[in-house]
């Protein structure tokens, strides 16, 4: 695993994906939501990486968590939440 990259995010832009977010045990798990990110950018105190779905709308991550990552999916673990994010481009 290695630290987020905010420049190898940028295929996810106008892509619409599939976002899953777990706690660590795998238990409790949100439903997945279907979005499209609009933009990818570092919040002002540069500590996560906002995934704007609008001008208003974003979900955001911790930088300093581990990533996986492929072309279609990219999934991260905050080791101080206990959290897993998980986005994987939709198809069709």
Request: proline fraction near 5%; aromatic fraction near 12%.
């Amino acid at each position: 695993m290695e630290p987020i990259n905010l420049n190898d995010l940028q295929r996810f832009i106008n892509t619409p994906v599939e976002i899953f977010i777990q706690d660590a045990e795998g238990g409790d798990q949100a439903p997945s939501v279907k979005k499209n990110i609009k933009k990818i950018q570092l919040c002002p105190d540069e500590t996560h990486i906002r995934f704007y779905f609008d001008d208003f709308y974003f979900l955001a991550v911790p930088i300093a968590s581990d990533i996986i990552e492929t072309e279609t999916e990219w999934s991260t673990i905050d080791q101080d939440s206990g959290l897993n994010y998980h986005f994987k481009k939709v198809q069709g």
